[in-house]
Antibody, heavy 118, light 113 residues
C-alpha cells in the first residue's frame, strides 16, 4: 500500500521559515515526480511546486517562486518543501502528491496545516 | 496560465439520479504527440485529501465505481455520475496537468436533493 505522510506544519510568524517533509512508503519513490498542493480550509486546491523523479527539474507557482524550494532525498524516500519569508496568505493545508507518468496525482498524503500568524 | 472554469459551483441531485459537472479550459489540453487530454477529476470528502477519479479525461482510476465517467476533449470536459449514491456527496475538482503551473477548477459542491 503506497502511503505519503506529511509533517512539519505548525504556527509560524510572518517572515519566518518552515520546512515540510513528506515520507513515502510502499513504492519506489525515486520513480515518480512529486508535487506539493495547498488548500486554504474551506477553499479550493492550489498547486505549489513540482520536482522530477531525479530532482533534475523543479517548477513553482508564481505565488511562491523565490520563497519556497522543493527538494527530495531518494535515499530517504522523502520530499521536502522549504518555505521562507512566510506570509499570512501561505496559511493552508499542504498536501504532497505523487504523479506517475501514466496518470495524474494518484496518491495524496493526509496533509499538514501551516498557519502564518503573529 | 491555463484557467479552469468549472460549473456549476454547487449541485443538488436526488439519489439514483444523474449528476453532471462541466469544466472548460482556457486552452486545449490535448497533446497530439500522445493523443491524450491532460485532464483529471478528483473527489474530496470533508476532512479528506482529494481522491483521483478520472485521468486522461476519460480513464477511470482503479477501484473507482463505474457510475463515474469522464468525457470531452480539447477544452471542454464533463464528469458524470450516472446514479448518485449517498457516499458521492463531496466536492469535485477538475485539474489540468498539461503544463505548469498546474491548475484546478474552483470545485463543485455536490449534495443530495
Amino acid at each position: 500500500q503506497v502511503q505519503l505522510v506529511e509533517s512539519g506544519g505548525g504556527v509560524v510568524q510572518p517572515g519566518r521559515s518552515l520546512r515540510l517533509s513528506c515520507a513515502a512508503s510502499g513504492s519506489t519513490f525515486s520513480h515518480y515526480g512529486m508535487h506539493w498542493v495547498r488548500q486554504v480550509p474551506g477553499k479550493g486546491l492550489e498547486w505549489v511546486a513540482a520536482i522530477w523523479y531525479d530532482g533534475s527539474n523543479k517548477y513553482y507557482a508564481d505565488s511562491v517562486k523565490g520563497r519556497f524550494t522543493i527538494s527530495r532525498d531518494n535515499s530517504k524516500n522523502t520530499l521536502y518543501l522549504q518555505m521562507n519569508s512566510l506570509r499570512a496568505e501561505d496559511t493552508a493545508v499542504y498536501y504532497c502528491a505523487r504523479r506517475p507518468e501514466t496518470t495524474a496525482f494518484d496518491v495524496w498524503g493526509q496533509g499538514t496545516m501551516v498557519t502564518v500568524s503573529s | 496560465d491555463i484557467v479552469m472554469t468549472q460549473s456549476p459551483d454547487s449541485l443538488a441531485v436526488s439519489l439514483g439520479e444523474r449528476a453532471t459537472i462541466n469544466c472548460k479550459s482556457s486552452q486545449s489540453l490535448f497533446y497530439s504527440s500522445d493523443n491524450k487530454n491532460y485532464l483529471a477529476w478528483y473527489q474530496q470528502r470533508p476532512g479528506q485529501p482529494p481522491k483521483l477519479l478520472i485521468y486522461w479525461a476519460s480513464t477511470r482510476e482503479s477501484g473507482v465505481p463505474d457510475r463515474f465517467s469522464g468525457s470531452g476533449s480539447g477544452t471542454e470536459f464533463t464528469l458524470t455520475i450516472s446514479s448518485l449514491q449517498a457516499e458521492d456527496v463531496a466536492v469535485y475538482y477538475c485539474h489540468q496537468y498539461y503544463s505548469t503551473p498546474y491548475t484546478f477548477g474552483r470545485g463543485t459542491n455536490l449534495e443530495i436533493k
